[in-house]
């Protein structure tokens, strides 16, 4: 070693969602140690608030599941929920790492009952459902949260109604006065798996998000329709809480503009003729628009996008919508755009649309504590981003879950290696 130190057989993972959950498993199940370092209350990341997912469509706790299982059976993975890395030094081999975990204010002797929540008349917006509805202040993240505890917002624990919902515990679970603390970690090598979250759709201001109730984006889509979304998974108007007639698809949306994302996603195409499904699932005669420059689905899934393709009653439409207003008296929304094959100019009715927003790395925004190489788009230049330290998954790239896979495992393979060679 370069500095002469002990080499720590310790991995350190950053983000629970797809990627990081497969490097911890991989690493774990090869022997090593592994710490889990989640900001959520729960693991899974993005892929937990899906309705269904490719290529086999299918829940996503399917998968979920299977991992969640492999992380309790297996001693070697500790994991942090609520929890961020702070600070990385060190070198390969041998690094130090400090973690904050903020307070759950719930401790490991809740047993999910929900009394706690029962209590509580304190509501906040619900972010698993991209706050499309409200949530108790005492709270599951969702109802397959792993962990399977609940959480006090900080607004709750200040207020008057506090004493009542730690009363309404009957397993002394709650702790008020819980603080957030620090970890000192001592570790060989880092992956870092943070991901991606939606582009800002207020920041496409000719689409109106934010100021047409029925324009929504993407990932809301897949919240709506999910058995455990704001409407019990019923795609419904938000306006109106009627059933959409005519949907838009907008591809895209911010996607390849140098103004918002340049770069593809890679995803939304697949995504959006994905949701084509749900609704046809709901609306056997609803009518469908996808709006798109070219579509971009990979090969692999041939055989799903002809069979989506193949519904009469969906129609792709070659152009980039340029504005969408709205009609105040129905909330109708009036999409123009020109059709790139005849140069015709169009204005189109519909009663709902989903922006098909793409995926932004959260490394654009919150970097990691550590000096490494971004590309221009926010995203970590390279699986090996510096000696000892490996990205996967979205924070490399925008991916699929299958990428996302292969992805985590090739990090930890690295990870591995990092240490072993020493
Ligand atoms: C509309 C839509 C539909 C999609 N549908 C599909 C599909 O059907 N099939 C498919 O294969 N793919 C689909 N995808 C893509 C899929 O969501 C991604 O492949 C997947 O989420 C990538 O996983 P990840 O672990 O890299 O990132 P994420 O899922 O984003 O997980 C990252 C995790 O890191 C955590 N985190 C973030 N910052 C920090 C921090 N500073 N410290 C600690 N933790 C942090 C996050 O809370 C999160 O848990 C879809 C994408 C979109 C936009």
Request: proline share 6%.
């Amino acid at each position: 070693m370069a500095n002469g130190g002990t080499v720590s057989q310790s991995i350190l993972v950053v983000g629970g969602g797809m990627s990081g959950l497969t490097a911890a498993l991989e690493a774990a199940e090869a022997g090593y140690d592994v710490y889990l370092v989640e900001k959520n209350p729960y693991l899974g990341g993005r892929v937990a608030q899906l309705h269904h997912y490719f290529p086999k469509l299918c829940p996503p706790y399917c998968g979920l599941e299977i991992n969640f299982r492999r992380i309790k059976t297996n001693p070697r993975v500790r994991f942090f929920t609520m929890a961020e890395v702070q600070r990385i030094s060190g070198e390969e081999g041998n690094m130090d790492v400090t973690v904050k975990i903020n307070p759950r204010y719930v401790n490991e002797k809740c047993t999910g009952c929900g009394k706690c929540s029962e209590a509580c008349t304190m509501e906040i917006d619900n972010p698993f459902n991209y706050n499309m509805n409200k949530m108790k202040a005492a709270y599951l993240p969702h109802d397959m949260a792993f962990p399977m505890r609940f959480v006090l917002d900080p607004a709750l624990v200040k207020s008057v109604e506090a004493q009542k919902v730690k009363e309404a515990c009957t397993y002394d679970a709650i702790e008020l006065d819980m603080a957030a603390k620090t970890v000192d970690l001592k570790v060989g090598a880092v992956v870092w798996a943070t991901g991606w979250k939606p582009y800002d759709p207020v920041k496409l201001e000719s689409y109106g998000f934010g100021k047409h109730p029925n324009v929504i984006t993407n990932v809301m889509m897949e919240r709506l329709a999910s058995w455990n979304g704001p409407t019990q998974g019923k795609i419904l108007r938000p306006s109106d809480g009627q059933p959409p007639k005519n949907i838009a698809f907008v591809q895209c949306a911010g996607s390849r503009d140098q103004n918002h994302l340049p770069f593809c996603s890679g995803i939304c195409c697949l995504a959006s003729l994905k949701q084509t499904t749900y609704i046809r699932e709901q609306y056997p005669d609803a009518k469908v628009t996808i709006f798109f420059i070219d579509i971009r689905a990979t090969d692999r899934l041939e055989d799903f996008v002809a069979k989506v393709k193949s519904d009469e009653n969906l129609t792709l439409f070659k152009g980039k919508v340029a504005q969408i207003n709205q009609d105040d008296a129905t909330k109708n929304l009036i999409l123009r755009v020109e059709d790139t094959t005849t140069e015709k100019l169009h204005e189109i009715t519909v009663d709902m649309v989903v922006l098909a927003t793409g995926m932004q790395p959260n490394t654009a925004e919150n970097p990691l504590p550590t000096s490494v190489a971004y590309d221009d788009y926010g995203f970590v230049a390279s699986l090996k981003a510096k000696p000892g330290v490996f990205a996967a998954g979205c924070t490399r790239t925008p991916v699929g879950v299958s990428e996302s896979v292969q992805d985590g495992t090739a990090a930890a393979l690295k990870a591995i290696q990092s240490i072993v060679r020493r």
